[in-house]
């Protein structure tokens, strides 16, 4: 079952978050996942008030997700978005219930 990434991102550091930005879509992109949304403007925010960009990534799995998050290629990466944003993110897995 898919699996969507939605974070809220404000970065702190923009150079350092610019080298981030070079090296995290490969790592994502081994584990089978892909940007959906990369800091478009916000239109609406109803009841939720973002307090930097909003990235939505996707996933084949949570097994996958986890992989990547966890895998040796992305650690040292990790730690540069650690050091030049704070964010809050959120898992959803993909469904259809009814309302």
Same mark, same amino acid.
């Given at each position: 079952?898919?699996?969507?990434?939605?974070?809220?991102?404000?970065?702190?550091?923009?150079?350092?978050?610019?080298?981030?930005?070079?090296?995290?879509?490969?790592?994502?992109?081994?584990?089978?996942?892909?940007?959906?949304?990369?800091?478009?403007?916000?239109? %609406? *925010?109803?009841?939720?008030? /973002?307090?930097?960009? @909003?990235?939505?990534?996707?996933?084949? $799995? &949570?097994?996958?997700?986890?992989?990547?998050? %966890? *895998?040796?290629?992305?650690? /040292?990466?990790?730690? @540069?978005?650690?050091?030049?944003?704070? $964010? &809050?993110?959120?898992?959803?897995?993909?469904?259809?219930?009814?309302?």
């Amino acid at each position: 079952m898919k699996v969507y990434v939605i974070s809220d991102i404000v970065v702190t550091d923009q150079e350092k978050y610019n080298e981030y930005m070079k090296l995290a879509p490969n790592t994502i992109a081994k584990y089978g996942g892909k940007y959906l949304v990369r800091g478009g403007n916000i239109l %609406n *925010s109803l009841d939720w008030n /973002p307090k930097g960009r @909003i990235i939505v990534l996707e996933f084949p $799995s &949570k097994e996958k997700l986890d992989q990547w998050q %966890n *895998s040796e290629e992305y650690k /040292p990466v990790k730690e @540069i978005r650690l050091e030049a944003s704070s $964010s &809050k993110s959120i898992i959803i897995e993909s469904g259809d219930l009814p309302f």
